[in-house]
């Protein structure tokens, strides 16, 4: 626990990353695993996270979300976008998988899947967007928290027009919508926001005992 507490406390958002510092493949896949280990509602981890590693694409998506240098410069960039439907597909992808890894016949599982897909059902189109982007937001957690205990420095962005980057990436043909931008990478020794201090509601206006 300490270990976590100190890393929370060492971690910022990011202004400004230092473009010639590049994350290890390792550090990469142990952060990739930890967002994949995110926790989902049913588990149904209704999103995808996109690793852009092409630097013209970068640059197309930079004026998208507003000139922000972590764009360009952080070393990795992640775009955790969710599923904008959710349906019998998902629910039976989910269960078949559940079902390999298990060693059962799927069909052991239709009562369940009948139920999720049955509670699913009632959610608006609007919700069942929202409820997705939820999950992906989760993710988004780990992936900071994660990038921290690897003492890796992060930015969670949302600071970006959504029309325009689900357009320069394509998402609404592929079903998808973005949610969050993860710039990763190194802090530059000229972000003066690294020694800023930290900004956070007093406990007792955050915690309620009852
Ligand atoms: C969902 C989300 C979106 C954010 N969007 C941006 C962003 O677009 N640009 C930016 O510089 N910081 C962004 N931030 C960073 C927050 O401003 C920052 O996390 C908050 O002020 C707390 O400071 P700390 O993370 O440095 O402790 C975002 C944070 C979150 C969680």
Avoid at 156 to 168: A, D, R
Avoid at 182 to 204: C, F, W
């Amino acid at each position: 626990m300490n270990s976590i507490l100190s890393s929370l406390r060492w971690r910022y958002a990011t202004k400004k990353f230092d473009s010639s510092k590049k994350v290890s493949a390792e550090d990469l896949a142990n952060i990739k695993e930890a967002i994949n280990l995110t926790p989902s509602s049913y588990g149904l981890q209704p999103f995808k996270v996109l690793q852009i590693d092409n630097p013209e694409l970068r640059a197309k998506i930079q004026p998208a979300a507003w000139g922000q240098t972590q764009i360009v410069d952080a070393s990795h960039l992640f775009v955790f976008a969710h599923l904008t439907d959710i349906g019998e597909k998902e629910v039976a992808a989910y269960m078949q998988n559940k079902a390999d890894r298990s060693g059962f016949d799927v069909s052991a599982l239709k009562g369940y899947q009948d139920f999720i897909v049955g509670k699913i059902g009632e959610m608006s189109d609007a919700r069942k967007s929202e409820w997705n982007a939820r999950q992906a937001y989760l993710a988004v957690s780990t992936a900071l928290t994660a990038a921290a205990d690897l003492n890796i420095d992060a930015c969670p962005m949302e600071g970006f027009e959504l029309e325009q980057l689900n357009e320069i990436l394509g998402l609404k043909e592929k079903g998808l919508s973005a949610a969050v931008i993860v710039a990763l990478g190194y802090r530059s020794e000229e972000d003066e926001t690294q020694n800023a201090p930290k900004i956070r509601k007093a406990e007792k206006d955050l915690f309620e005992i009852l």
